[in-house]
């Protein structure tokens, strides 16, 4: 009874990752012995998790861009001269709470302008 009531809540919250998740978190929760504020922020978390996925799905698919490419993506075999260590450190985006600027330069025709870039 307890558990219809609490996905009757859920969809007219929507907050349809929770109502997805529920059962697998109170398992894990009962099987685990945690306290009812950790539960809670578990469900919170996977919520807030979920629909920043789906923002982020939602806004890359109205932008439209021709095709997406993510900084995981990157073969550095095809182009070895390119620094792995400072690019993987770009991914941290550690440059942007030192209030850094990034300028990748490179000679014309050697595909330096990216038209989509998503890290």
């Known amino acids: 009874m307890v558990t219809h009531h609490l996905k009757e809540a859920f969809d007219r919250l929507n907050l349809t990752h929770m109502a997805a998740v529920y059962d697998h978190h109170a398992e894990e929760a009962s099987k685990d012995s945690i306290s009812y504020l950790e539960f809670l922020d578990k469900l919170l978390w996977a919520e807030i998790d979920a629909k920043r996925e789906r923002t ?64």
């Open 56 to 119: 982020t799905t939602t806004n890359l698919k109205l932008a439209k861009f021709p095709y997406i490419k993510a900084i995981d993506s990157f073969d550095f075999d095809f182009q070895p001269s390119a620094n792995q260590r400072k690019i993987n450190e770009l991914k941290t985006l550690a440059f942007v709470e030192r209030s850094e600027n990034v300028v990748f330069l490179g000679p014309p025709g050697v595909g330096n302008y990216v038209k989509s870039y998503v890290m």
